[in-house]
């Protein structure tokens, strides 16, 4: 854990509600009040995923800059790439709060923010004008109260063609009723095939291709697992995100939180959602890229995703406990176990415990 925070910032940090310690650090990012904490570069852990080139394999997970006010900032701290939003069409204020709720004792968070979000236009001007350098995503969802959900998504390929470097189509949240129905199998393939006709569309009309992957929950079922994968099999899909929070309080210790509703991250995710990465790796093959998240905490914890199937790892929740220093710190942690396992790529490392996750029981 990063020094400072361990000692100073921890239980000052905690004394302030979630949703306001949020709002602070992107202020102090803004500011630059936080410092930098840029790594140097290590070819070994340099990735080419889905065309596009990643200085090293961790990133932001979306949820932390929804709006893209701090996208330079962020990637200033370490991370490889980091990614935006979740966006919706039209701003929309979420569900009620409070909203966001800390698991101290086992280091997790619940949250059930509900898709809070000024809305395309603001973050789209903030992209426009932030002249970004590096791989910055854009994760796109549909508004609570949209009547087209499908069309919805589309508009998020339209109106960020021209400043994402990826797309993510977020259809795994627990927080907005009904969104995880997206996720069966028939209405899957009507959003992947409008999504990726709208792709097609803007790549012909601008002469780029952006790389657009697909979020999936924790919770599915195998049989679910298995839809997922023939239709991002079946589409031209550029890979998936495996995986967003989950709606299960197994492990958990008698926090006084946690029976609050909505989805868990943190290291309680960890396990959960590693085995369902390699069961989606044993389904897809080796050639579709996927990244890993949930629980990511530690360099060991990041590698371990890698060998479980993921081409690249994004963490967010673990930050709450340790600090803006853990992206560096993983990244440089990586180097050290590239050089311990006395590989030319950390890529050499995927894949080598896919087989005892996947063989893992669900629920």
Sequence with gaps: MNGFFSSLGRKGVF??????????????????FLPTCMVPHDPRLQQTVAGLVFPNPLGLAAGYDKNAEVPGPVLRLGFGFTEIGTVTPRAQVGNPKPRIFRLVEDEGVINRLGFNNEGHAAALERM??????????????????????????????ETFYSVASYFTVNISSPNTPGL??????????????????SREAEASRSGKRIPVFLKIAPDLTEEG?????????????????????TLSRDGLRAAPNKSESGGLSGKPLFELSTTVLAKMRKRVGANLPIIGVGGVSSAETAVEKIKAGADLVQLYSCMVYEGPGLPSAVVKGLSKIVERERVDNIRDLRDSTVDRWADRKLG
């Design 128 to 157: 426009k004008a932030a002249s970004l350098r590096g791989i910055v995503g854009v994760n796109i969802g549909a508004n609570k109260d949209s009547e087209d959900r499908i069309a919805d998504y589309v508009k998020g390929i």
């Design 180 to 197: 995880r129905d997206l996720q069966a199998r028939e209405s899957l393939a009507a959003l992947l095939a409008a999504v990726l006709e």
């Design 225 to 245: 697992l298995d839809d997922v994968a023939e239709e991002a099999l079946a589409h031209d899909l550029d890979g998936l995100i495996v995986s967003n929070t």
């Design 15 to 32: 004394l302030i509600d979630p949703e306001k310690a949020h709002g602070l650090s992107i202020a102090a990012l803004k500011s630059g």
